[in-house]
């Protein structure tokens, strides 16, 4: 009964690889999230889908492409991973309400941590 | 873009003493959000703040709303071992499909 799960939760590839990170949320939110930590624990956002649609889309190079089958799943794929690809990459949801007003903070699955070599 | 720092950056305290952290904003938030992130696992939510001037507690936090809404505070009292871990404060703009951007976080230590 985990809220936000994510697989794998370590994934160790080699260089030039291309992978997969899945993302699934329970809690019925129609908001989901990637976003990347990096080394020093800067949290940075990724990509944003609300109700299967993308919302937010920061600069990130397009070997990442986020897939949004349903409005319970987020998966992210890379492409050609390079060494500073490694990073702990955490999936999130929420439920937005209507603009203004009160909503809810984010729910965070555990993080999947990538390494590449 | 907006940037959210936050001090200090790290901090040993003994335990049962209480401890102060803030967060500043180069521009101004609507909401702003304390998290904890634990070793290995993803920041939960301890306290959110939607009102310039607020004060909220959860259990032994408490957090403030800058009334310039370009801050925020949060208090911890009489720290326990499991306190331990990184927070961050994090700000939103108005709406719902804004972005939540997160501060630097501070790595909190506590001395048994």
């Known amino acids: 009964d985990t809220a936000v799960s994510q697989t794998p939760k370590y994934l160790v590839t080699q260089m030039g690889n291309d992978k997969s990170i899945k993302c699934e949320q329970n809690?019925?939110?129609?908001?989901m999230y990637w976003y990347k930590q990096d080394s020093k624990k800067f949290l940075k956002i990724m990509f944003s889908?609300?109700?299967?649609?993308?919302?937010i889309n920061e600069t990130v190079p397009n070997r990442f492409s986020p897939k949004s089958p349903d409005k319970a799943h987020l998966n992210l794929h890379i492409n050609s991973l390079e060494l500073g690809d490694s990073a702990v990459y955490f999936c999130?949801?929420?439920?937005?309400?209507?603009?203004?007003?009160?909503?809810?903070?984010?729910?965070f699955g555990s993080g999947t941590r990538l390494t590449v070599v | 873009g907006q940037q959210l720092n936050q001090s200090p950056q790290s901090m040993f305290i003994q335990e049962g003493e209480d401890v102060s952290m803030n967060c500043t904003s180069s521009?101004?938030?609507?909401?702003w959000l304390w998290y904890k992130q634990d070793p290995g696992e993803g920041p939960v939510l301890l306290i959110a703040?939607?009102?310039?001037?607020e004060l909220t507690s959860n259990g032994r936090l408490t957090a403030q709303f800058g009334i310039t809404r370009k801050d925020s505070f949060l208090n911890i009292s009489a720290s326990i071992p499991s306190d331990v871990g990184i927070y961050f404060c994090?700000?939103?703009?108005?709406?719902?499909?804004?972005?939540?951007?997160f501060g630097t976080g501070t790595k909190l230590q506590v001395i048994p």
């Open positions: 999130a949801s929420r439920r937005t309400g209507s603009t203004g007003g009160l909503w809810g903070g984010y729910t």
């Open positions: 809690l019925g939110h129609d908001t």
């Open positions: 889908y609300n109700n299967k649609e993308l919302i």
């Open positions: 521009s101004i938030f609507n909401t």
């Open positions: 703040l939607y009102k310039a001037g």
């Open positions: 994090a700000g939103q703009l108005a709406g719902g499909y804004q972005k939540v951007t």
